[in-house]
């Protein structure tokens, strides 16, 4: 069998052209691209592999890979110092991948208000709905009684099948 199989042994992965394409395709919110996108550029990454819940970048020296989620990117060792034009980054121990460390999206971090929508968006603030008038009580079922020759359900105005 002579398939050609992608990055991993399943075949399960594929690599992306670029880092643009790879955000969009985990919808990684677009506020976080540029921060995103410096600290690719700061530790010099030269793929990029979809790996499911998050994007695999592949460091061209040494060092492990890291993984860029929509909320986080993982990967650095405790003495590294990734410095972007607006400070170092604050790296914080990874729970679920030790000994690396991680670092939070800016759309994360408490303060950061979300992004506004262009005023040409799609959606628009929905007016006030007016108060709805209460609902009418359903009408009383009256009974007319049955017939006692057919055994016929009577009518309102008293006759039946058989009359």
Known sequence: MNEVQGPTPAGTSRPYRSLAEALRAHRIPEENHAFIGAVVDAVGVTAFIDRGRYIEALRRGEGAPLHIGRTYTNGFTEDEQVVLPSGALKLQPSEGRAPYFYVTHPSELPGMAPAKRPSGSRTSPKPKAEPR??????????????????????????ACGCD
Do not use: H, I, Q, W
Request: aromatic share 8%; net charge positive.
């Open 133 to 158: 008038a209460p609902r009418a009580t359903k009408p009383v079922e009256r009974d007319y009684g049955v017939c006692d020759v057919c055994f016929m359900v009577r009518g309102p105005s008293g």
